[in-house]
């Protein structure tokens, strides 16, 4: 069985990386597949990788975590 992947995107880079952290303590078997600073990106790599979770900051330069995920769901 695959492990689960995730995509985590903010645009504050110390704020991604507390999210891998806690994740990684509570999610052990959890694989983060990318960590993205906009929008733009996230939508990007979540077509491109395909992760079964993606964290998405609300705030983004690019695109909003909203429009990132309404991307994703077109």
Known sequence: ??????????DEPLLRERLATHLARLWPELQIAAQV????????QALALRPAVCFLD??????????????LAE
Do not use: C
Request: proline share 6%.
């Open 58 to 71: 609300i705030r983004m330069p690019g695109a909003t975590g909203l429009e990132a995920a309404q991307a």
């Open 37 to 44: 600073g906009d929008g733009l990106s996230a939508a990007a």
């Open 1 to 10: 069985m695959n492990a689960p992947t995730a995509l985590i995107a903010d």
